[in-house]
């Protein structure tokens, strides 16, 4: 049943770097914007990043400046560049996109990213 397939999260110390990739199942159609959720334990389910099919970008303002969403509309994929990373970034990260014909949103199985120190 997933239709997003994630991968990139790990372990990292403080001030280190990670790169999340997702793809798109080829039978999901007329995805319009992809992008990544995170959850951290004890805390709501936030929007990172997200990005349309047409290059327009958003960012949380916890990671602007320091996380690069980018997509391949070809590949269907779509990664997220995490630099600069501090330990409240720890979470699980999700993958989703977007289809508005079918008003439908699909989801990543989740990927953990944790900070040390």
């Known amino acids: 049943q997933v239709q997003l397939v994630e991968s990139g999260g790990g372990l990292v110390q403080a001030g280190g770097s990670l790169t999340l990739s997702c793809a798109a199942s080829?039978?999901?159609?007329?995805?319009?914007?992809m992008g990544w959720y995170r959850q951290a334990l004890g805390k709501q389910r936030e929007l990172v990043a997200a990005?349309?099919?047409?290059?327009?970008?958003n960012y949380a303002a916890t990671v602007k400046g320091r996380f690069t969403i980018s997509r391949d509309n070809a590949k269907n994929t779509v990664d997220l560049q995490m630099n600069s990373l501090k330990p409240e970034d720890t979470a699980v990260y999700y993958c989703?996109?977007?289809?508005?014909?079918?008003?439908?949103?699909?989801w990543g199985q989740g990927t953990q990213v944790t900070v040390s120190s």
């Open positions: 080829r039978t999901i159609f007329g995805i319009n914007v």
């Open positions: 989703y996109a977007s289809v508005p014909y079918n008003s439908d949103t699909y």
């Open positions: 990005i349309t099919s047409g290059g327009s970008t």
